[in-house]
C-alpha cells in the first residue's frame, strides 16, 4: 500500500513568486492534514479536510495560503505570494478516520525555502 | 503557555543505557497521546500511543501517562545508536480533529 506522497520534495523560490504544494494521501483516507514545521519550532497544525470540506482551517497562517482538495482526493497547498517567513517543512498527513485513537500517517514533506 | 511542551534536548545517553523523554500538554480533555520518531530529512513516524493512565510497554518502549499530571513520557531501554533522532510527543485536542505535536526532544545515543 502505497504510503503519503508529496511533492515537490524540496523547493526554492524568491520572494513574491508562487508555489504549489501536492499531497497524495492514503487511498481511502478521507481525512486530509497539513502541518509546517519552520525551523526551530514545533510542527503546527494548518488545517484539515473531510474528504473535500475544510473542517478546520484555524491554523492557516493568513489569506496568501490557500488549500483545496477537489474530489476528495489529492490536496494542494498553496502560498502566493511567498513570503521569507514561509520557509520550512510542509508535511501532509492522513487518516481513515477521525476522533480519539486515530494515527495520522505522514508523508516526507516538503521543503520550502523562500530567499 | 505552549499546549504541548516538550525539553528540546538534546539528550545525550551512552548505548545500553535508558533514555527517558518528557512531555506535558495543557488540553485537560485529551484522551489520546502519541510518540513520534522523526529522523532528520524524514516523516514522523509513530512508535507508540497511550490512551489510559499507566505503562504500556512495546518491545523496549515504554509509555507513561499520568492525565492528572497532563504527563506524558516515553522510555527507551537498552538504547541504541540507531535510536538517535528528534522524539515527537503529540495530543489529540478535545475536539478529536487536531494533533498537536511538541516541539520535540532530539535524542544522541554515543556508541
Known amino acids: 500500500e502505497a504510503g503519503v506522497t508529496q511533492f515537490p520534495s524540496h523547493s526554492v523560490i524568491e520572494k513574491g513568486q508562487t508555489v504549489t504544494l501536492r499531497c497524495d494521501p492514503i487511498s481511502g483516507h478521507d481525512n486530509l492534514y497539513w502541518y509546517r514545521r519552520v525551523m526551530g519550532k514545533e510542527i503546527k497544525f494548518l488545517l484539515h479536510f473531510v474528504k473535500e470540506s475544510k473542517q478546520d482551517e484555524s491554523g492557516m497562517p493568513n489569506n496568501r495560503f490557500l488549500a483545496e482538495r477537489t474530489g476528495g482526493t489529492y490536496s494542494t497547498l498553496k502560498v502566493q505570494p511567498a513570503e521569507l517567513e514561509d520557509s520550512g517543512v510542509y508535511f501532509c498527513?492522513?487518516?481513515?478516520?477521525?476522533?480519539?485513537?486515530?494515527?495520522?500517517?505522514f508523508g516526507q514533506g516538503t521543503r520550502l525555502t523562500v530567499v | 503557555q505552549k499546549e504541548v511542551e516538550q525539553n528540546s534536548g538534546p539528550l545525550s545517553v551512552p548505548e545500553g543505557a535508558i533514555a527517558s523523554l518528557n512531555c506535558t500538554y495543557s488540553?485537560?480533555?485529551?484522551?489520546?497521546f502519541f510518540w513520534y520518531r522523526q529522523y532528520s530529512g524524514k516523516s514522523p513516524e509513530l512508535i507508540m500511543s497511550?490512551?489510559?493512565?499507566g505503562d504500556k510497554e512495546d518491545g523496549r518502549f515504554t509509555a507513561q501517562l499520568n492525565k492528572a499530571s497532563q504527563y506524558v513520557s516515553l522510555l527507551i531501554r537498552d538504547s541504541q545508536p540507531s535510536d538517535s533522532a528528534t522524539y515527537l510527543c503529540a495530543v489529540i485536542d478535545t475536539g478529536g480533529f487536531k494533533t498537536i505535536f511538541g516541539a520535540g526532544t532530539r535524542l544522541f545515543v554515543k556508541a
Open positions: 498527513a492522513s487518516s481513515q478516520m477521525t476522533g480519539p485513537n486515530t494515527e495520522a500517517f
Open positions: 497511550i490512551y489510559s493512565n
Open positions: 488540553d485537560r480533555g485529551s484522551q489520546s
